[in-house]
Nanobody, 123 residues
Framework: QVQLVESGGGLVQAGGSLRLSCTASGSIFSINAMGWYRQAPGKQREVVAAITSGGSTNYADSVKGRFTISRDNAKNTVYLQMNSLKPEDTAVYSC?????????????????WGKGTLVTVSS
């Protein structure tokens, strides 16, 4: 069984910074792409940033230049550094990872999700 556990959310004033972390644990063979999603109240979940196993990154237009995604493969951890935060960044941020696990005599590849961490940006 694989678990993704996020940390680092909280309350911050507009213009401030937060760093989110998400660590995967369990019977992991390999981790492929990892990403951060967010869902604001009354809105659909949207992708914020993603990073491949090789380190290539993609960002939502709304966070380009302010957020940075990175990963530490040795620690099975992905980070999201969020700078110049705005009230509209307020949301529950969830980690997603495409993980291959040991399964019987073979492997199984599927997506996993964390439970999310709340980020609140006050004006």
């Amino acid at each position: 069984q694989v678990q993704l556990v996020e940390s680092g959310g909280g309350l911050v004033q507009a213009g401030g910074s937060l760093r989110l972390s998400c660590t995967a644990s369990g019977s992991i063979f390999s981790i492929n792409a990892m990403g951060w999603y967010r869902q604001a109240p009354g809105k659909q979940r949207e992708v914020v940033a993603a990073i491949t196993s090789g380190g290539s990154t993609n960002y939502a237009d709304s966070v380009k230049g302010r957020f940075t995604i990175s990963r530490d493969n040795a620690k099975n951890t992905v980070y999201l550094q969020m700078n110049s935060l705005k009230p509209e960044d307020t949301a529950v941020y969830s980690c997603n990872a495409d993980i291959t696990t040991f399964y019987g005599t073979g492997v199984l590849r599927r997506d996993y999700w964390g439970k999310g961490t709340l980020v609140t940006v006050s004006s």
